[in-house]
């Protein structure tokens, strides 16, 4: 079973950046994919970046250009630096990760942008 711990949320004004780090642990098994998506109040949650263990990775148009998502395999850590905030990525934040175990969610970490 995979533990995901996220940090790094928090208030930030619009334009600023914020980074979060989500760090998996708890398993043997290989981890695929690593992602984040997030979930605005009365929201479905939706994809913000995913990163695979080759180095692919997939962009939401919404973040393309402003996101940044990297990965340190050897920790299994996942990385989401975010640049030029705007009040609509005010979410909650969730990373996830995919292995041969099954897909596993973090607890969630709050991303409020104010304007």
């Known amino acids: 079973q995979v533990q995901l711990v996220e940090s790094g949320g928090g208030l930030v004004q619009s334009g600023g950046s914020l980074r979060l780090s989500c760090a998996a642990s708890?398993?043997?098994?290989?981890?695929?994919?690593m992602g984040w998506y997030r979930q605005a109040p009365g929201k479905q949650r939706l994809l913000v970046a995913t990163m695979t263990s080759g180095g692919s990775i997939n962009y939401a148009d919404s973040v393309n250009g402003r996101f940044t998502i990297s990965r340190d395999n050897a920790k299994n850590t996942v990385f989401l630096q975010m640049n030029s905030l705007k009040p609509e990525d005010t979410a909650v934040y969730y990373c996830?990760?995919?292995?041969?175990?099954?897909?596993?969610w973090g607890q969630g970490t709050q991303v409020t942008v104010s304007s």
């Open positions: 996830n990760a995919l292995n041969g175990e099954g897909l596993y």
């Open positions: 708890g398993t043997s098994f290989r981890i695929f994919r």
